[in-house]
């Protein structure tokens, strides 16, 4: 009895797994689109091993990229223009699909204010 209901829970449980093929992210050319003020604004960046470099309602802003793991990393603004841009920001890829990936951000340290989206890569490097 106990064998057929661990098989039952291993079939269940596998068929919820979800994919985190992270490393096919760490370069290439993305688009991010969020809705902000009830409008739909679109930011394009672009990654290499080191650096990556956002273009967002005509402004360009880089920053240093550093992997934790092969699904976390942290990002930090080269030339900051405020304190806030100043902390890092921690990604974490929490599940990816064929050439887009679910991930949440926050400021690091910061749990609280934990935010979602969603990521497309539009080009590989």
């Not at 050319?29 to 003020?37: D, S, Y």
């Not at 793991?69 to 603004?77: A, F, H, V």
């Not at 100043?86 to 990816?96: A, G, N, V, Y």
Request: some cysteine; overall charge positive.
């Amino acid at each position: 009895m106990y064998r057929v209901l661990f098989l039952l829970f291993f079939f269940l449980s596998s068929c919820y797994t979800v994919e985190r093929n992270c490393i096919p992210f760490h370069t290439g050319t993305f688009e991010f689109q969020q809705i902000i003020n009830g409008e739909l604004n679109t930011s394009l960046f672009v990654r290499d091993s080191l650096y990556e470099i956002e273009m967002y309602q005509g402004k360009i802003d880089t920053a240093t990229l550093r992997w934790v793991n092969d699904c976390e990393c942290i990002l930090t603004k080269l030339n900051p223009t405020s304190n806030q841009e100043k902390r890092p920001i921690q990604i974490k890829i929490l599940k990816t699909q064929g050439r887009s990936y679910t991930f949440e951000y926050s400021l690091v340290g910061d749990s609280k204010n934990v935010q979602r989206g969603t990521i497309k890569k539009i080009k590989d490097e």
